[in-house]
């Protein structure tokens, strides 16, 4: 069972929760896993596979000229989605559900029921990826956020560590952590 989920890869259909360890792996080599391993990368794939196959149908004439939007909002968000936006992530996971929705709608309309698996088969593929690339940039967010909050508290204790009073009345350097001045008893006021 374990190896025939391997073989599987990233495409686990309706099984959308990414191991820890694909995590982890997916957020430490963020910049260099290749362009099939990334999950990043792979949602950028296949947001250009659907913007080329969308070109194809409108030059052969199957889609009409207003699917230039469509691509247009597509290439968009998949340079954004390269960049590790979650905002685009979500509008590529928003859009292709629409567009899935509404081709679904189409062939029930149509009585073409005989396509109505071929919508649910490429949405479930895209989401699977799609969902997973959002879950590594919210992960990556937190532990960014939760670094800079670390280096941000450590800069607050080294700069009381390092911070130099001085006496208002005699001139020489005292602690912080005192009430009075240990050279001329001036009450220190902080």
Known sequence: MEQKKKNLGYINWFNWKLEEKELKNQIENYNTLG???????LSFALIIFSIIITLIFIAVGSLQTDAFVDVFIWAILAIFVY????WAIIGAIILWTLEKGFQLYGFVE????????????W?????????????VEQERKRQITSAEGYVQENQKIEEVK????FCSTCGKEISQLNNFCKYCGN????
């Not at 960049?83 to 979650?86: F, L, P, S, T, V």
């Not at 149509?110 to 088969?121: E, K, V």
């Not at 390092?162 to 009073?165: A, E, I, L, P, V």
Request: aromatic content about 14%.
């Open 35 to 41: 362009f099939l391993k990334s999950l990043r990368k």
């Open 83 to 86: 960049r590790g936006q979650k």
């Open 110 to 121: 149509g009585g073409n029921s005989s396509t109505l698996l071929l919508p649910i088969l």
């Open 123 to 135: 949405w479930a593929i895209y989401m699977d990826v799609f969902w997973k690339t959002y879950r």
């Open 162 to 165: 390092n911070h130099k009073q």
């Open 187 to 190: 009450k220190i006021i902080q």
